[in-house]
Nanobody
Framework: QVQLVESGGGLVQPGGSLRLSCEVSASHFSVYDMGWYRQAPGKQRELVAVVSSTGSLSYADSVKGRFTISRDNAKNALYLQMNSLKPEDTAVYYC??????????????WGQGTQVTVSS
């Protein structure tokens, strides 16, 4: 079973920045398209950013231009740089395998997530 450990969340003021990290125990990590999801209270989990195995980047419209996803295959790690944060970015953030448009593409297990709260 793949283990995913997210970290880096916290409380930040609107307009601030945070950098999330995720450690992934999957073998052959580099072959997977990876992404960051988020789930706000009372809402469904949504995919916000994907980095493919070849390095292509894709973003949800709600975060485009503010968030940057990256990966380090040597460290089995995934990152999300979040700038110009807004209160509506408040959510628990998770990493997993990901494809936009395919809700079934993931490792089948989830980490505990990391809480991001944007508030003054």
């Amino acid at each position: 079973q793949v283990q995913l450990v997210e970290s880096g969340g916290g409380l930040v003021q609107p307009g601030g920045s945070l950098r999330l990290s995720c450690e992934v125990s999957a073998s052959h990590f580099s072959v997977y398209d990876m992404g960051w999801y988020r789930q706000a209270p009372g809402k469904q989990r949504e995919l916000v950013a994907v980095v493919s195995s070849t390095g292509s980047l894709s973003y949800a419209d709600s975060v485009k231009g503010r968030f940057t996803i990256s990966r380090d295959n040597a460290k089995n790690a995934l990152y999300l740089q979040m700038n110009s944060l807004k209160p509506e970015d408040t959510a628990v953030y998770y990493c997993n395998a990901a494809h936009f448009g395919d809700d079934n593409y993931n490792f089948g297990s989830w980490g505990q997530g990391t809480q991001v709260t944007v508030s003054s």
